[in-house]
């Protein structure tokens, strides 16, 4: 299953697991989820590409209607509170994908959303205290709440 979602509710945190082969379809379920189940939304979230996951299948024009459904999406949430998006990914091939993804994303621009890109969970303290970091990197508190996956 290409995306495991998890959940710390203390923390009010989520972190995505991405894996093996990645397709559009993938994050379109992921979408369909989020618009179905909005109060995920509202926490913070840590994407983190693993060394399996291939993205090599995604197109720009896939990221182009991804870019559009997700903003759809963000945009359409009625928060007060700016969240934090933290994408970390060693992966150089999928690192070029995010850049071209998260390009002109920040906190201003209608998705109430902070966006940092790293190498590393250990770089992602230019958004997260070492205590959340901590408690993603051995897992603590985080239950799976859902899987997305593309229907063959």
């Not at 928060?79 to 690192?95: G, N, P």
Request: glycine share 4%; charged share 25%.
């Amino acid at each position: 299953m290409p995306v495991k979602a998890f959940l710390n509710d203390q923390l009010s945190l989520r972190v995505h697991i991405m894996h093996d082969a990645m397709q559009v379809g993938d994050f379109l379920e992921m979408a369909r989820f989020y618009a179905e189940n909005l109060h995920y939304t509202e926490r913070d979230l840590i994407n983190i590409i693993d060394g399996s996951a291939d993205f090599s299948a995604m197109t720009r024009d896939d990221l182009a209607t991804l870019a559009e459904v997700f903003a759809t999406l963000q945009r359409g949430l009625r928060t007060a509170m700016i969240r934090r998006s933290l994408w970390v990914c060693a992966d150089t091939h999928a690192w070029r994908l995010l850049e071209i993804w998260l390009k002109d994303r920040h906190s201003h621009d209608g998705r109430a959303t902070d966006v940092y890109l790293v190498a590393t969970l250990d770089d992602g303290e230019c958004a997260y205290d070492r205590a959340e970091l901590e408690a993603v990197k051995h897992w603590r508190g985080f239950e799976q709440f859902a899987t997305f996956a593309a229907a063959d």
